[in-house]
């Protein structure tokens, strides 16, 4: 009985291992070919942005770019435009520091809440949890447009006279569309967040409950420290949105004075695209996207895999 | 089970408000007022603005609307809306085409690749992987605007590219003055679709099949190397390794992936906005471009509200439709 399976395994093992190394070895040919089908795709992926580049380093200035690698590259189109990126008088800097408070809010706001609302779906066991995650669901389905037109109304009626600030108008405001844009991105965060904390170990609290520590202990003191690269991640998503949004700022913020935004001022560019030198717009593309773009790039790992699951998940 | 219920009619009545219970509304409480506020409210007061006809005299709030009844409803689904260029099921049957054309695209693309970048031995498989994750670590806005300037006439890359070519054929520059946004003519006469859909087909193909290629790689690396070598030694070919093989373990990854970029690609914005403006004549203009312009450019609030509960019944209908599909096939993955 015992010899019977070493006589038969030993064989079939041999011929696996030869299997795979016939396997890990391509031809030449093969390798060859495969290689050239990854440069063609490379290719394809890299064009659009080699193009931006080269178009924001040419320092002729020019509407029609003539080859990918301009002579004599030079920074000025980046100057220009940190200065005066469109023909109203706001800088760069002021439209970044607008973006980034955008962001933060967002990004703060709905890992905060979000955070609380996934523990409860995700650990506690209470009447109508199914009914409230389906809710949930469903307001994740939701495109952020589709409730605007209340919204904006709503927040429009919120005017206030406050003794310091003077006349505050929530709709024009960077809190009000950053409200707006937590309507979109707090469903994602509770339904992302609950996903990570369901791969927790339940023990770990368990473990802690026996030793006397009550459920908030156990939440501050063990699922939010482990849940942090999660809480990163989810509000790194939230900033993006943040950074990025487009819809509610250029709908509500109708007032130039109040605060534009990076995402306002390249629709205004491209709104303007007769008149728009290319190697501005450029550079303006490159600086509106570098922040983010770089965080995502060395944090691929950690993002892709949150993007994925909650892509699965949604 | 419900006899000691009964019996104990004290403690079942605390047993409603569990620990839990308390704990777990403690820990929503904030979450579901902000969604109060800013979703619920907002969709049941938008549902009462899709039956009246809310527009800019009555922002103030001084002028009370008027209720119209299902007007606003009828003249959409007739397109009998005052706005240019809007038929409704025209955008409704575009907008599906768009998300599902789109969505086989990524899918089959973004497998394609994986299946190559998984192949063993290939060299510098990291240094292309890290390379094609960069569409979609730049942000969607940027990726439109840049495709709009790559497709324009005059100075786009893309004409460019074409007219460099073409002096190698002998062709004039002049042959490759493409206008791939606004040109009115179809490409493909028996096809009803204008040349800004495959320019944004194009675009849009470039910013999803990475994603896809991602989830693909993580469903590859799931297969258990014996099976292919099973599969091998029972004489299998290489397409019937892929199908009886990598298929099955691939399809649960991919499928509720692929809803979910359904609803994405069909609520996708930026792309149709900011590259073709919806034109030319309104022919790639999804729900959301539309519903934007309702609200911004002709301030019909009343009549934006009733588009959204259109929508929304939509996706709902989308949603329940797709989980019934992923079901139906996840059985046969079984």
Redesign the interface.
């Known amino acids: 009985m015992t010899a019977v399976p070493t006589v038969t395994t030993a064989p079939s093992r041999v ?2 291992r030869t ?2 190394s016939r ?4 031809t030449g040919r093969q ?1 060859l070919l ?2 050239v ?2 440069l063609l ?2 290719a ?6 080699l ?2 580049f080269s178009l924001a380093l040419d320092p002729r200035n020019l ?3 003539d080859g990918l690698i301009p002579p004599g590259a030079s920074l000025d189109a980046f100057a220009r435009v940190i200065a005066k990126p469109t023909s109203d008088d706001i800088g760069l800097l002021e439209l970044a520091r607008n973006s980034f408070l955008l962001a933060s809010f967002v990004s703060l ?1 709905s890992v905060g ?2 955070v ?2 996934a ?2 779906f995700s650990r ?4 109508g ?1 199914e009914v ?1 995650m389906i809710v949930i669901l ?2 994740l ?3 952020a ?10 927040l ?2 919120i005017k206030l006279d406050l003794p310091i600030v003077g006349q505050f108008a929530l709709r024009q405001s960077l809190i009000g569309v950053g ?2 844009v ?2 979109g991105t ?2 994602f965060a ?1 339904w992302n967040l609950k996903g990570y904390l369901d791969t927790i170990p339940k023990e770990l609290e368990e473990a802690a409950a026996v030793d006397g520590c009550t ?2 202990q156990s ?1 501050f003191k063990i699922v939010l420290p482990l849940a942090t690269p999660a809480l990163a991640v989810t509000g790194f998503l939230g900033f ?1 949105a943040g ?2 949004e ?2 509610f700022v ?2 509500f913020l109708n007032d130039p004075t109040q605060g534009f935004t990076l ?1 306002l001022a ?2 205004k ?2 709104g303007a ?1 007769g008149q728009t030198p ?1 190697s501005d ?1 450029a550079a303006f ?1 490159i600086l ?2 570098a922040p ?2 770089i965080v ?2 060395f944090f ?1 790992k950690y993002i ?1 895999g949150g ?2 699951v909650g ?4 | 089970m419900t006899a000691p219920a009964i019996a104990l009619a004290q403690p079942r009545r605390r047993r409603r408000f569990s620990p839990d219970t308390r704990t777990a509304l403690l820990y929503l409480l904030p979450a579901f007022l902000v969604m109060g506020i800013i979703t619920f409210y907002p969709l049941l007061f938008q549902t009462w603005m899709s039956f009246t006809d809310f527009q800019l005299q009555n922002l103030s709030g001084k002028v009370q609307p008027n209720l119209v009844g299902l007007d606003n409803y009828t003249q959409i689904v007739q397109s009998k809306l005052n706005i240019p260029n809007f038929e409704f099921l025209r955008l409704l049957f575009f907008n599906l085409f768009w998300a599902f054309s789109n969505v086989v695209i990524h899918v089959i693309l973004g497998v394609a690749v994986a299946l190559v970048l998984n192949v063993e031995g290939l060299r510098f498989k990291k240094i292309y992987r890290a390379l094609f994750i960069l569409p979609v670590i730049i942000p969607p806005i940027i990726v439109a605007t840049v495709w709009r300037h790559l497709f324009d006439q005059d100075n786009g890359a893309i004409n460019l590219v074409l007219q460099g070519i073409g002096v190698l054929f002998k062709i004039p520059p002049d042959a490759f003055r493409i206008d791939w946004l606004g040109q009115v003519d179809d490409p493909i006469s028996f096809i009803p679709l204008p040349l800004a859909y495959f320019a944004l087909l194009m675009a849009n193909t470039w910013l999803g099949w990475p994603l896809n290629s991602v989830v693909a790689t993580g469903a590859l690396q799931s297969v258990p190397p014996d099976l292919y070598e099973a599969a091998e030694m029972d004489g299998a070919s290489a397409w019937q390794r892929f199908k009886v093989v990598t298929l099955p373990f691939l399809r649960p990854a991919m499928l509720p992936y692929a809803i979910y970029g359904f609803v994405v690609t069909f609520n996708l914005f930026y792309l149709s906005f900011f590259m073709s403006g919806g034109g030319p004549f309104g022919r790639t203009e999804l729900f959301v471009t539309e519903a934007y312009k309702l609200v911004n450019d002709y301030q019909l609030y009343g009549v934006a509200a009733a588009f959204s509960v259109l929508l929304f019944l939509l996706l709902l209908g989308i949603t329940l439709v797709t989980n019934r599909l992923a079901r139906a096939t996840a059985s046969y993955a079984e």
């Open positions: 011929v696996a299997r795979r396997r890990g070895r391509l390798q495969l290689q089908i990854c795709i490379t394809t992926v890299l064009f659009p942005i193009w931006i509407s029609r770019p706001f809440i979000g609380l609302a523990y409860a506690l066991r209470f009447r949890r409230l469903g307001v389905m939701l495109p447009v589709a409730t605007i037109a209340p919204l904006f109304i709503m429009n009626s409200l707006a937590v309507s707090l469903p509770i459920r908030n939440f993006i950074w990025t487009f819809y250029s709908i995402s390249l629709n560019m491209v695209f290319w717009f593309s509106f996207a983010v773009s995502f790039f691929q892709v993007l994925a892509g699965v998940k949604g």
